[in-house]
């Protein structure tokens, strides 16, 4: 199953985050931040939201930079997913 994201909605996968600090010290689950860089999966096609003109700069593959409660989660196919609109990413990570 693939997900096929509307208007100006962006699908994006978390990316991982270290298990131990630059130190060396291991971080329990308890510990860990919930990570803000992801990976874009699926973009939207954009255009007429909310009676303004979006243009999607984003594509899949970029690494961004997102809010830590932005989107909606959900799971396909065992692989969790994040759903947010493209304002709701701050910036592309290079």
Do not use: C, F, N
């Amino acid at each position: 199953m693939t997900i096929k994201p509307l208007a100006d909605r962006v699908v994006i996968k978390m990316v991982e985050v270290e298990e131990t600090t630059k130190s060396g010290i291991i971080l329990t689950g308890s510990a860990k931040e919930k990570p803000q860089v992801a990976e874009v999966i699926a973009v939207g096609p954009g255009g007429l939201v909310d009676g303004k003109e979006v243009t999607m700069y984003l594509k899949a593959g970029d690494r961004v930079l997102i809010s830590k409660y932005a989107g909606t989660e959900v799971k396909v196919d065992g692989q969790e997913y994040t759903i947010l609109r493209q304002s709701d990413i701050l910036a592309i990570v290079e």
